[in-house]
């Protein structure tokens, strides 16, 4: 049974409808086998942080994307956040605002 995606909110499709053509083009592929193969979807096109969220890591010829996503009841993910990459390591602050929303989502 596939997996199905939720934003969490319309602001975070939005976010990801504005990135760069190529880097889009690779979310759609990824959210294709995150739908596919759910928890089994690994590096290097998803990666677990830890605490039950994700990341999905698109790239494109114009730079590099990040989707923070948890998994809810069923077989449901949430994308949480996503953000293009302008330095090396991912900024703490992008970590602390998918978290916040991962601990509502999941009513905590």
Known sequence: MPYTVEYFNRRVLDEIESWPVGVL????RLIELLMEFGPDLRM???RAIGGGLFELRPRGQEGIGRAMYCYVTGQCVIVL???IKKTQA???RE????????????GG
């Open 81 to 83: 956040h996503a953000f």
């Open 90 to 92: 991912t900024p703490e």
């Open 95 to 106: 970590f602390v605002i998918a978290r916040k929303r991962m601990k509502e989502v999941r």
């Open 25 to 28: 083009a690779d979310y759609a």
């Open 44 to 46: 290097p096109h998803s």
